[in-house]
Protein backbone atom coordinates (compact mmCIF):
# COMPACT_ATOMS: atom_id res chain seq x y z
CA UNK A 1 0.00 0.00 0.00
CA UNK A 2 1.24 3.28 -1.02
CA UNK A 3 1.51 6.50 1.23
CA UNK A 4 1.24 9.94 0.92
CA UNK A 5 1.93 13.05 2.45
CA UNK A 6 -1.04 14.91 4.06
CA UNK A 7 -1.12 18.36 4.97
CA UNK A 8 -3.94 20.01 6.99
CA UNK A 9 -3.63 23.65 7.59
CA UNK A 10 -5.27 26.92 9.08
CA UNK A 11 -4.50 30.40 7.18
CA UNK A 12 -4.58 33.98 7.83
CA UNK A 13 -6.79 33.29 11.55
CA UNK A 14 -6.86 36.67 12.73
CA UNK A 15 -6.51 37.25 16.64
CA UNK A 16 -6.33 40.62 18.61
CA UNK A 17 -3.35 39.76 21.44
CA UNK A 18 -0.90 41.99 24.16
CA UNK A 19 2.30 40.04 22.59
CA UNK A 20 5.41 42.52 22.26
CA UNK A 21 8.58 43.50 23.62
CA UNK A 22 7.83 46.94 24.54
CA UNK A 23 5.16 47.98 27.16
CA UNK A 24 2.71 49.96 25.30
CA UNK A 25 2.48 46.42 22.80
CA UNK A 26 1.60 44.72 25.88
CA UNK A 27 -0.94 47.47 27.14
CA UNK A 28 -2.87 48.38 23.72
CA UNK A 29 -2.39 44.80 21.97
CA UNK A 30 -2.23 44.93 18.69
CA UNK A 31 -3.71 42.22 15.59
CA UNK A 32 -1.88 39.09 14.71
CA UNK A 33 -2.39 36.99 11.45
CA UNK A 34 -1.84 33.14 12.37
CA UNK A 35 -0.76 30.29 9.94
CA UNK A 36 -0.20 26.80 11.28
CA UNK A 37 0.80 24.12 8.65
CA UNK A 38 1.20 20.04 9.52
CA UNK A 39 2.20 17.52 7.58
CA UNK A 40 1.77 13.55 8.09
CA UNK A 41 2.57 10.26 6.49
CA UNK A 42 -1.17 8.66 5.70
CA UNK A 43 -2.10 5.29 3.89
CA UNK A 44 -3.87 5.25 0.71
CA UNK A 45 -7.02 4.86 2.00
CA UNK A 46 -10.64 5.92 1.84
CA UNK A 47 -11.03 6.49 5.75
CA UNK A 48 -13.76 9.14 6.73
CA UNK A 49 -12.07 8.51 10.51
CA UNK A 50 -11.43 11.52 12.39
CA UNK A 51 -9.08 9.59 14.77
CA UNK A 52 -6.75 9.23 11.27
CA UNK A 53 -5.93 12.91 11.00
CA UNK A 54 -5.64 16.36 12.47
CA UNK A 55 -8.74 18.15 13.71
CA UNK A 56 -7.95 21.29 12.38
CA UNK A 57 -10.66 22.51 15.08
CA UNK A 58 -7.91 21.48 17.98
CA UNK A 59 -5.06 23.54 15.84
CA UNK A 60 -7.79 26.31 16.14
CA UNK A 61 -8.15 26.08 19.86
CA UNK A 62 -3.96 25.25 20.43
CA UNK A 63 -3.71 28.37 18.70
CA UNK A 64 -5.87 30.75 20.62
CA UNK A 65 -5.25 29.54 23.79
CA UNK A 66 -1.25 30.15 23.28
CA UNK A 67 -2.48 33.76 21.58
CA UNK A 68 -4.25 34.71 25.22
CA UNK A 69 -1.32 34.13 27.03
CA UNK A 70 0.85 37.44 26.73
CA UNK A 71 4.83 37.13 25.79
CA UNK A 72 7.59 39.71 24.83
CA UNK A 73 8.67 37.60 21.94
CA UNK A 74 6.57 36.17 18.96
CA UNK A 75 9.33 33.03 18.50
CA UNK A 76 8.46 31.81 21.92
CA UNK A 77 4.57 32.24 21.46
CA UNK A 78 5.62 30.36 18.34
CA UNK A 79 7.04 27.74 20.12
CA UNK A 80 4.64 27.05 22.29
CA UNK A 81 1.98 26.56 19.60
CA UNK A 82 4.22 24.01 18.27
CA UNK A 83 4.99 21.87 21.59
CA UNK A 84 1.40 21.68 22.25
CA UNK A 85 0.64 20.58 18.69
CA UNK A 86 3.28 17.94 19.43
CA UNK A 87 1.92 16.78 22.36
CA UNK A 88 -1.63 15.92 20.49
CA UNK A 89 -0.76 14.66 17.43
CA UNK A 90 2.55 12.57 17.88
CA UNK A 91 2.72 11.40 14.42
CA UNK A 92 3.20 14.84 12.68
CA UNK A 93 6.69 14.98 10.56
CA UNK A 94 6.30 18.56 10.60
CA UNK A 95 4.80 21.61 12.04
CA UNK A 96 5.22 25.30 10.84
CA UNK A 97 3.75 28.08 12.44
CA UNK A 98 3.78 31.61 11.08
CA UNK A 99 2.86 34.71 13.35
CA UNK A 100 2.53 38.02 11.43
CA UNK A 101 2.07 41.11 13.61
CA UNK A 102 0.56 43.98 11.71
CA UNK A 103 0.86 46.93 13.48
CA UNK A 104 4.42 47.64 14.28
CA UNK A 105 5.94 49.89 16.95
CA UNK A 106 8.46 51.54 13.76
CA UNK A 107 8.74 54.47 11.98
CA UNK A 108 7.96 53.87 8.25
CA UNK A 109 5.76 51.96 6.21
CA UNK A 110 5.58 48.16 6.19
CA UNK A 111 3.01 45.50 6.02
CA UNK A 112 3.94 43.00 8.54
CA UNK A 113 6.81 41.64 10.94
CA UNK A 114 6.82 37.79 10.68
CA UNK A 115 8.43 34.80 12.70
CA UNK A 116 7.94 31.44 11.54
CA UNK A 117 9.46 28.18 13.02
CA UNK A 118 9.14 24.69 11.84
CA UNK A 119 9.42 21.52 14.03
CA UNK A 120 10.73 18.44 11.54
CA UNK A 121 10.55 15.28 12.77
Known sequence: MSETIKTIS????????????????????TPFLVDVLTEMNSKDDDSDDLNLTVNYGRLFEIAEAEMKVPRRLLEKVASSIINRIKMEFPELNK????IKKLALPVKGEMQNARVMLTYIR
Do not use: A, D, M
Open 10 to 29: LEGVRFFSFHGFYPEEQILG
Open 95 to 98: ISVS
